[in-house]
């Protein structure tokens, strides 16, 4: 059986034990205020140390001290304390920020955050000097000047203004088209290859594809542009253009028809000949 340990009599940082009443201890603190402490506070791996005076000690202790940046200039409240920044910011941050622990993972804080935004506007200055990516008004490096690169059918012309300034990742472009009209694409869709024309790589007009013959645009669907056609039986039909572009749709449903009908034709002739008699005796026969 394990014996209770005797406090009574021990000091424990700021704190002296003078008398035990079965669970609690009742304490002495140095600065003369008297306590009431569970047993299991004063010891263990990170026991109770004071009435809580130290921690108001610590507290005052940061007012005014300087961390990177910041200077505490406000009293400590619960685990915050209210920093000025040299940029002139206010912001509360975390007691525990403000130190560089062993123990801790989290860096220490040392701005409101413009710190952090120097260091990316040098590191992207950098980088726009290495790729020629820097220009004013932009973030540093991010920048590419398409003006006078060609997409496929399309030529950049100019950036194009917009009133509000559109977002710095889809700046518009003025393109013009090799069949003369001029169309604003955003710079990633023709980086990526998303756009190579005006759109008159998708006008199917006077185009054949198969037995159907493209008379004009009928409208659109949700699945796009509907364009008019004409079979060569002499049926017009309707028909969306992606099957037509990818060989899916090759006639107005004749050619269907013949295929499905000559392969009857055909097994039916295959099952009469099996069951007639041998290529000579039929003949004999006939």
Known sequence: ??????????????????????????????????????????????????????????????LGQRFGRLTVVGEPSGERCECLCDCG???NIPRRHLYHTASSTRPSTR???CLAEEVKRERGRRLGAIWGGNRKGKRPGTFIDL???????????????????????????????????????????????????CGCERDLTGRRFGRLQVL??????????RWRCICDCGTTVTVSGKPLRNGNTRSCGCWAKEC????????????VLAMLPEQGEFYELK
């Open 1 to 62: 059986m394990r014996l209770k340990q005797q406090l009574v009599g021990r000091r424990i940082g700021r704190l002296v034990v003078a008398a035990e009443d079965g669970q609690y201890c009742e304490c002495l603190c140095d600065c003369g205020t008297s306590v009431r402490v569970k047993r299991q506070y004063l010891s263990g791996y990170r026991p109770k140390r004071s009435c809580g005076c130290l921690l108001q000690k610590n507290k005052r202790r940061l």
């Open 260 to 271: 499905t009908s000559k392969r009857t034709v055909d097994r039916y002739w295959t099952k």
């Open 111 to 113: 701005s409101c955050g």
């Open 89 to 91: 910011s206010r912001c």
């Open 216 to 225: 004009r645009q009928d409208g659109r669907d949700a699945s796009g542009r």
């Open 147 to 197: 003006t006078g690169k060609r997409f496929g059918k399309l030529v950049v012309l100019r950036e194009e203004v917009q009133e509000p300034r559109p977002d710095r990742r889809k700046i518009r472009w003025l393109c013009q088209c090799d069949c003369g009209q001029r169309v604003i694409i955003r710079g990633p869709r023709l980086r990526a290859g998303r756009r190579r024309s």
